[in-house]
């Protein structure tokens, strides 16, 4: 069974999704690339901790402990922890922040408590306050295909600070997503190549054997052995994607974008 989890969403603009999930069963599962950097929290056997996790651009091998308990803040594309941008925690090189006490950490030189999924919201709220969580609006003026007045070696340069990512790489690992949902849901593979937009099967075949770490056949088995890591509910990927943004409007750098 596919590794399952409660989220919500949240009124605070830098925030994707909070969510929540326990570990029922130990074992090896397949976490699938992702396009949104992360804080979870971890609470396993008495010790609780909290790791920043950033954009993955594959499929990887991964381990889920029996009864450990797991809440997550994921953060927008375009919002980051001003001094741990996305490019050091990439690829699953996530950094684990050290103990302050049973019910703190330590983060850019002040013991902060653990957040909750109740408080998530306030816990970001303050992050953005003191300045520690930034956010680009180049990002979303380009996801959205908003025009701006910078040259497009700027606009990808910040796109990628900002996000680790390429704009095509975040919009393949968004496609290859919600093509994995619609198998899911017993979507054939020729129809799911029509709705995803990819050229043909093995296209399909290619990108979500990359990205997700199994062929649709694969994924549409309820009896296969692997597991998947959680696989939110996308929306269709070629609305946030425009490879022709024009350049006619100022956006601002993202120091000055502490709020949206």
């Known amino acids: 069974m596919d590794l ?4 919500r969403n949240s009124d605070e603009p830098f925030i994707a999704r909070v969510w929540r999930s326990q570990g029922q069963a130990a074992g090896p599962f397949i976490s699938v690339a992702e396009t949104n950097g992360e804080l979870v929290v971890t609470k396993y056997r008495g010790k609780t901790a ?11 091998p991964a381990y889920c402990p029996e009864d450990a308990e797991f809440f997550g803040i994921q953060f927008k594309p375009g919002a980051f922890l001003a001094h741990l941008p996305a490019k050091m925690v990439m690829n699953r090189h996530d950094l684990f922040l050290p103990e302050a006490s049973s019910k703190s950490f330590w983060l850019s030189g002040s013991a902060w408590q653990y957040p909750s999924f109740e408080n998530a919201d306030h816990f970001v709220k303050r992050l953005v306050q003191d300045g520690l969580l930034v956010y680009d609006p180049i990002v979303e003026a380009t996801l959205h295909g908003q ?5 497009l070696r700027t606009v990808q ?4 600070q900002a996000t680790g990512l390429t704009h095509n790489t975040l919009y393949q690992i968004h496609r290859a997503q919600y093509a994995a949902n619609f198998l899911r849901q017993g979507i054939s593979i020729l129809e799911t190549v029509q709705r995803a937009g990819y050229f043909d099967q093995p296209h399909l075949t290619r990108s979500l054997k990359h990205l997700i770490g199994l062929t649709p056949a694969q994924i549409m088995d309820p009896g296969r052995p692997e597991r998947l890591s959680f696989l939110y509910k996308k929306e269709p990927p070629w609305l946030y994607y425009n490879t022709n943004v024009l350049r006619t409007m100022d956006i601002p750098s993202p ?5 949206s």
Do not use: K
């Not at 399952?4 to 989220?7: A, G, N």
């Not at 909290?50 to 990887?60: D, E, V, Y």
């Not at 025009?147 to 040259?151: E, L």
């Not at 120091?255 to 709020?259: I, K, M, Q, R």
């Open 4 to 7: 399952i989890c409660e989220e």
């Open 147 to 151: 025009p701006m007045q910078i040259s």
């Open 50 to 60: 909290i790791t920043l996790r950033g954009p993955s651009t594959q499929a990887t």
């Open 255 to 259: 120091a000055l974008s502490t709020s």
């Open 157 to 160: 340069r910040r796109f990628l």
